[in-house]
């Protein structure tokens, strides 16, 4: 059984670009959850998907947006991008809110110049 | 607001050893632990994951407790070995919050040969 795939896994970007990462779950998996690390801040949860619903956002500006397909493959967008938006990206997947495991993804490392 | 603080941030410890990972939680309405290790520069591994409801949970060489009414939990590593250097994360989700885990700051571990 596949895991949680995300792509591409390394970035580069401009200051004022924008981003689209994408994240496959687990099959039969219809919740995924997105992440950003920092060496700073650690893991902060940016929002989570259910459904093609976001049901949960973080505290990120708006900025920072997402989607989910009906066949529950997920993408994050970042616009006009920041030096401080440099950072590991995770997606995370689970069969249903709430009650079940979280499987993460290796990732995606962006870097912003 | 909930907050998780991992003690000690970083361990160094000979081969062999038997060690305790410390996580506490500020707010004791949650649904459920998840203990994860990460690799650097990678995503995150699943190790343990405690329901509320539980005490302890156990996998291999580890095992991990849950007092929820004092918020904490340990991860216990037995018998530990070089290749489970890595840092070690735990996380928390809430009741009513769907998928959002709470993140700990991680204790990174580095067992020497």
């Known amino acids: 059984k596949a895991g949680v795939t995300q792509t591409p896994r390394y970035l580069i970007k401009t200051r004022g670009q924008q981003v689209t990462l994408s994240c496959s779950p687990i099959?039969?998996?219809?919740?995924v959850s997105w992440y950003q690390q920092t060496p700073g801040q650690g893991l902060q949860f940016l929002f989570e998907?259910?459904?093609?619903?976001?049901?949960n956002k973080g505290n990120f500006p708006g900025r920072f947006s997402g989607r989910q397909f009906s066949n529950s493959r997920s993408e994050m967008n970042v616009s006009t991008l920041e030096l401080g938006d440099s950072a590991l990206y995770l997606c995370?997947?689970?069969?249903?809110?709430?009650?079940?495991?979280?499987?993460f993804g290796q990732g995606t490392r962006l870097t912003v110049v | 607001k909930q907050e998780v603080t991992q003690i000690p941030a970083a361990l160094s410890v000979p081969e062999g050893e038997n060690l305790v990972l410390n996580c506490s939680f500020t707010?004791?309405?949650?649904?459920?632990l998840q203990w994860f290790r990460q690799d650097p520069g990678k995503g995150l591994t699943s190790l343990l994951l405690i329901q509320s409801s539980q005490r302890e949970q156990t996998s291999g060489r580890l095992n991990a407790s849950l007092d929820k009414s004092s918020g904490r939990s340990t991860l216990y590593i037995a018998a530990s070995q070089p290749g489970d250097s890595a840092t070690y994360l735990c996380?928390?989700?809430?009741?009513?919050?769907?998928?959002?885990?709470?993140f700990g700051g991680g204790t990174r571990l580095m067992v020497k040969p």
């Open positions: 995370a997947s689970s069969l249903a809110p709430g009650s079940t495991e979280a499987f």
């Open positions: 996380a928390v989700r809430q009741n009513n919050a769907g998928n959002m885990l709470t």
């Open positions: 998907y259910f459904s093609e619903t976001q049901r």
């Open positions: 099959s039969g998996h219809r919740s």
């Open positions: 707010d004791s309405a949650i649904y459920n």
